[in-house]
């Protein structure tokens, strides 16, 4: 079993910055890839970016050049750092733990995605 932990939402006012973490712990393999999705309110939940072990990026179109994926093996943590954050940013942020070896393109698919966080509120004011 794994357990994923996403801390650093928060609110925030319009062009600021925020960093996400999300910290696992339990049988997750070296070479998991780990992701970020959103959702908001009344939304589907939306891919926002993943990293595999490698520190291969892939991002949404909506974040490319906005936010940043990033990870740390030894603490088993990945980060999402977000820049200029606009009121449709405003969502709560899901971390997600992923077994898919495939192409890092195919991961913006969370059915490929086995364990999920509790998700942490973002909210960006006007």
């Known amino acids: 079993q794994v357990q994923v932990v996403e801390s650093g939402g928060g609110l925030v006012q319009a062009g600021g910055s925020l960093r996400l973490s999300c910290v696992t712990s339990g049988r997750v393999s070296s070479t998991d890839r780990m992701g970020w999705f959103r959702q908001a309110p009344g939304k589907a939940r939306e891919f926002v970016a993943v990293?595999?072990?490698?520190?291969?990026?892939y991002y949404g179109d909506s974040v490319k050049g906005q936010f940043a994926i990033s990870r740390d093996n030894a603490r088993n943590t990945v980060y999402l750092q977000m820049s200029s954050l606009k009121p449709e940013d405003t969502a709560v942020y899901y971390c997600?733990?992923?077994?898919?070896?495939?192409?890092?393109?195919?991961?913006?698919?969370?059915?490929?995605?086995?364990?999920w966080g509790q998700g942490t509120q973002v909210t960006v004011s006007s």
């Open positions: 997600a733990v992923s077994s898919y070896l495939g192409s890092i393109t195919g991961l913006t698919d969370q059915r490929k995605y086995e364990y």
């Open positions: 990293i595999a072990s490698t520190g291969s990026t």
